[in-house]
């Protein structure tokens, strides 16, 4: 098991950016993909972003393309989140996910609050 551990949340107005870091514990960190999942009030957990071990390739989701980009680095056992041209639809908790290999994402963080107002 590996831990994970968020920064970067916090308040923005619509428009604005934040980068969200997620520290792994993991030994062989290029071992694991690694995701950003969301929930927002009221509503269920969503996938916004992920970086593959397989290929490195990065998938995101369709409402955040283009306004967010997922990098890490397996130097830093570190994966990060930019979050450009926010709005409120974006507010929720943040939460980073890694899974060795192709197990999925089995490991989570505690989460970190983003609230964007307009």
């Known amino acids: 098991q590996v831990q994970l551990v968020e920064s970067g949340g916090g308040s923005v107005q619509a428009g604005g950016s934040l980068r969200l870091s997620c520290a792994a514990s993991?030994?062989?960190?290029?071992?694991?993909?690694m995701g950003w999942f969301r929930q927002a009030p009221g509503k269920g957990r969503e996938f916004v972003a992920a970086s593959w071990w397989s290929d490195r390739s990065a998938s995101v989701a369709g409402p955040v393309k283009g306004r967010f980009t997922i990098a890490r680095d397996n130097a830093k056992n570190t994966v990060y989140l930019q979050m450009n041209s926010l709005t409120p639809e974006d507010t929720a908790v943040y939460y980073c996910a890694g899974g060795v290999r192709g197990s999925g994402f089995k490991d989570w963080g505690q989460g970190t609050q983003v609230t964007v107002s307009s």
């Open positions: 993991a030994r062989t960190f290029s071992d694991y993909s």
